[in-house]
């Protein structure tokens, strides 16, 4: 009788901690975020006409020390930069005592992260645009409303303020405006004129005996041989697309795209491999479709004839048509759920300001969005970035729904190997696939 | 000539499945010994042989791969959890092997039943019930989550323990020793390779884990991941060409923890079957 009298009230004594326990976390929350936000949000009225003000009161309202968790990619050159921009900051704001975590986590899967639990994320990350609609949705962004130092939609070029805003409101900071891809080539074995169209880039290296590559069965790389004919494929509100590739425009250029690829010159190939070839050294594909963060390698591999390009033209239905591309940008958010949102907000602002992205530009080869920063001799002198300007009038912002990538990548990869037919049912698959119902 | 033919081709047979799948270790061995750190898909073995994986991988800790922070933290739970479980599994098996009281019956029945649930459907509740508590991102957590249910896995030992004879059990208790006491100086001593195979099994499972362990730490900051997490982490698209050999190195390093376990409890493994198999 007595064992059972002691369990019982065990039993009661541990479901009444787990209820004090839960009850302790949400009173603690909801304490929290009026006490954090309250300056954020009074600052945005001081804000306009003094800009010293909101952060003497942010540092008079801080005590002890800050903790911040700071996420962004994983390589080692993002990393030491971002240790060093993260050091000025501390040393910018010296009165205070910072606790600055750098994590390591690749921004093409920074939504995935933090949506598994949104309070456990960092309360600063960098990210891809094309996450920006989803983390808004799930309430992981914080809006900038008030900023500290500098506007942060004036600084930056108005595209990169465009993929960073949901509904004309600013949700990040632009960090960079280089997630994007053009033509790199070896300029000892291809003239100028030799890369302006796929035809002459073909003929040249078939009589040079080098190779051309691209990732064709990479989703979005594809993309750009169709937005280039003048075929769309948009998101909708609910996250599913709309596309109509399989018009006759979109089966001319599936029918280019396989002739492309069945030339002896063209290789299909993944940037992971083009990279891992470069490193061995005996690499005969002088000419890849890629992006900034290849640039160094590249550079090392063709040495004196490195150069980059906007993507050449191709031919649908006889005539010359140039291939589009997507302009992807890196953008740095401050968590929600932030306990600390004010200073998230200044640590964001400083990553992303003039400074910190040349300092990102020098380590990683990655272009500023700032304008200014984008506009300086250092910045325009690197052909990559010469590249992506050339090809920006080209390039679409990348907004499309999850469903998209699988049924693309299947149809480029059709295309690529050559097994594709009846090229009019291959694409009214892929665009069954493509504009499904989002999940 | 007949039997002969036959053995070889038995041979033969038997030669080839050792080396389908012993090519993948033996790959991640010699890559491991690469001068070339990206992944080399064009030959099997590398064109330059090289020892400094081993030297980054020990030596040389960066943001990417801080391979001492990582086999520390996971040395840290896979010994709490191997001295934690062994003894658990000991107590349990004891207690449903030696004892007798009301619930045993049902009691076990319930535990193989819970047992049939895989462990993966209470994740995410864990996940949430630790993070209440705080305890998310800390190596106590994963020591609880890898220990607590282990009395679970008493089946075994309780066979084990079901052979000892009785009447020695019974003359100890006649001698005035506790259940306590017979546990410890009668039953443990006979148990031996029950208990080297509960050490390696309870010790393996948290050192190479990567689920539990994945969802448990959020930290993006490497220096608290653990050996798994870490080397999934060097072969993320933008790492790999940089990472890969390293990587292989680190899955050489991890082995041996294990490999030494075992060796030194494979005498006693041994020892104790024969042991027991001449007593019967």
């Known amino acids: ?439 | 000539m007949k039997k002969t033919i036959k053995l070889i081709i038995r041979h033969i047979v038997l030669a080839l499945l050792a080396l389908f799948w012993l090519i993948p270790i033996i790959w991640l061995v010699v890559t491991s010994f690469s001068a070339h750190k990206g992944l080399a898909t064009n030959n099997f073995f590398p064109k330059q042989w090289s020892f400094d994986n081993y030297v980054q991988l020990l030596t040389r800790p960066d943001t990417v791969c801080n391979f001492p922070a990582w086999f520390k933290n996971s040395m840290i739970i896979g010994v709490a959890c191997c001295i934690i479980s062994t003894i658990f599994v000991l107590m349990v098996a004891y207690a449903m092997s030696c004892m007798r009281f009301k619930a045993r019956k049902p009691l076990m029945s319930f535990m193989i039943i819970l047992g049939m649930f895989p462990g993966v459907l209470s994740m995410i509740a864990v996940y949430f019930v630790l993070r209440e508590m705080g305890l998310t991102d800390s190596l106590l957590g994963l020591i609880m989550i890898y220990s607590a249910g282990s009395g679970m896995g008493y089946l075994i030992c309780k066979g084990f323990f079901d052979t000892i004879p009785i009447s020695l059990r019974e003359s100890a208790k006649l001698e005035g020793a506790s259940e306590f006491t017979i546990f410890t100086r009668i039953v443990i001593p006979l148990s031996k390779p029950i208990i080297v195979y509960t050490v390696i099994n309870s010790f393996l499972a948290p050192w190479m884990d990567f689920v539990m362990a994945r969802l448990m730490i959020k930290s993006k900051n490497p220096a608290d991941w653990t050996v798994a997490i870490g080397l999934f982490n060097m072969l993320q698209k933008t790492l790999i060409s940089e990472y890969f050999s390293v990587f292989c190195a680190g899955g050489v390093v991890v082995a041996i923890p294990i490999s030494i376990l075992f060796v030194i409890m494979q005498k006693f493994y041994v020892e104790g079957i024969t042991g027991g198999a001449v007593k019967g």
Do not use: H
């Open chain 1, 1 to 439: 009788m007595k064992k059972k009298v002691l369990s019982l009230m065990l039993v009661a004594a541990m479901t009444a901690t787990l209820f004090a326990g839960c009850g302790n976390k949400d009173e603690g929350t909801t304490n929290n975020t009026p006490d954090t936000q309250a300056p954020a949000a009074e600052d945005s009225q001081a804000g306009g006409d003094t800009a010293e003000d909101p952060i003497a009161n942010l540092i008079a309202a801080t005590e002890g020390t800050v903790a911040l968790d700071l996420w962004c990619s994983e390589t080692p050159a993002y990393q030491e930069v971002m240790a060093q921009i993260v050091e000025n900051f501390k040393q910018t704001y010296s009165e205070v005592d910072f606790d600055i975590t750098i994590g390591a986590q690749s921004e093409a899967e920074c939504k995935d992260r933090v949506l598994e639990d949104v309070t456990a994320a960092a309360d600063v990350y960098v990210f891809a645009d094309d996450q920006v609609t989803e983390l808004v949705n799930a309430g992981a962004l914080q809006p900038v409303e008030a900023t500290y130092t500098y506007n942060p939609s004036e600084t930056n070029s108005a595209g990169a303020v465009d993929a960073a805003s949901v509904d004309g409101k600013l949700y990040a900071y632009p960090l960079t405006a280089s997630n994007g891809y053009f033509l790199f080539y070896d300029s000892t074995v291809f003239s100028e004129e030799d890369v302006q169209s796929w035809d002459a880039l073909l003929a040249k290296a078939n009589e040079a005996g080098v190779q051309v590559g691209m990732e064709m069965s990479g989703a979005w790389y594809l993309y750009g041989m169709f937005s280039g004919a003048g075929c769309t494929l948009s998101m909708n509100e609910d996250q599913s697309n709309s596309c109509d590739w399989n018009n006759e425009t979109g089966v001319a250029v599936a029918e280019a795209c396989a002739k492309i690829a069945a030339d002896p010159a063209f290789i299909n190939i993944t940037d992971t491999d083009f990279s891992a070839k470069l490193a061995e050294g005996d690499c005969n594909i002088k000419a890849y479709v890629d992006g900034t963060w290849r640039s160094g390698d590249i550079q090392a591999a063709y040495g004196d004839g490195y150069a980059a390009t906007k993507l050449p033209t191709f031919t649908v239905n006889g005539a010359q048509v140039q291939q589009g591309s997507y302009a992807g940008y890196k953008l740095v958010g401050v968590n929600a759920y932030s306990e600390n949102v004010g200073w998230s907000m200044l640590l964001a602002e400083f990553i992303s300001n003039e400074a910190s992205q040349l300092a990102i530009f020098e380590a990683t080869g990655e272009g500023p969005a700032n304008t200014v920063a984008g506009s300086s001799e250092e910045v325009m002198a690197s052909p990559a970035i010469a590249a992506l300007v050339a090809q920006s009038p080209y390039a679409d912002p990348q907004r499309v729904g999850g469903k998209y990538w699988d049924p693309a990548a299947t149809l480029g990869k059709n295309l690529a190997e050559g097994t594709v037919t009846d090229y009019q049912a291959a694409l009214d698959e892929a665009v069954a696939g493509i504009t499904a119902p989002a999940e």
